[in-house]
């Protein structure tokens, strides 16, 4: 079990577009042992997700947690494309950028074609919160984050957001 560093907002490897992984590399030893790390780093940390990039490697590899009962799932390679035109507001994190949200507007559906840890290819369709999530951490292996796509007028320290965010019936008039 190693829990590997995050690298933080400022940190050049964030910035930068990672580099696909070989097919005949995932099976292989330095992949398999990558995957188990940035498990072991996502869990401690309690995300919902982790792109290589955030802990220092520079290669095409998500985990994503779209459904608590399945657990984490490894995305090597992907490539999304929206399904949609209509967009979905949600208030972001990052274990990147630590003590702060946002929300940022993003495609509602997606299409994500990738491999998992076998090295077998998948495609499948997400909306909303799971269509989110996936974009979140993809975009990291592009050198993007959320706040670069963030409402600026939203954004806030995470103490401040908890105290002051209006709760989803308020925002209704409820």
């Not at 042992?33 to 590899?61: C, F, K, N």
């Not at 984050?145 to 019936?169: C, G, H, N, W």
Request: proline share 7%; charged share 25%; aromatic share 6%.
């Amino acid at each position: 079990m190693a829990i590997l560093k995050i690298a933080r907002m400022g940190h050049p490897i964030l910035r930068r577009v990672a580099d696909p992984i070989p097919l005949d590399q995932i099976q292989g030893g330095a992949v398999q042992q990558l995957i188990q790390d940035m498990l072991d780093t996502v869990i401690e940390y309690d995300g919902v997700g982790l792109a290589a990039p955030q802990v220092h490697q520079s290669v095409r590899l998500v985990l994503l947690c779209l459904d608590p009962e399945e657990g984490f799932e490894v995305w090597i390679n992907p490539i999304l494309t929206p399904t949609t035109k209509e967009e979905l507001v949600s208030t972001e994190g990052c274990l990147s950028v630590p003590g702060l949200r946002g929300d940022v507007s993003r495609p509602s559906e997606i299409t994500v074609q990738a491999y998992n840890h076998l090295g077998e290819a998948f495609e499948r369709t997400l909306e909303g919160f799971p269509a989110v999530v996936a974009q979140h951490e993809c975009d990291h292996l592009d050198g993007l984050l959320y706040i670069d796509k963030v409402d600026t007028q939203s954004l806030s320290f995470l103490e401040e957001f908890k105290r002051f965010a209006p709760m989803p019936e308020e925002e209704d008039g409820e």
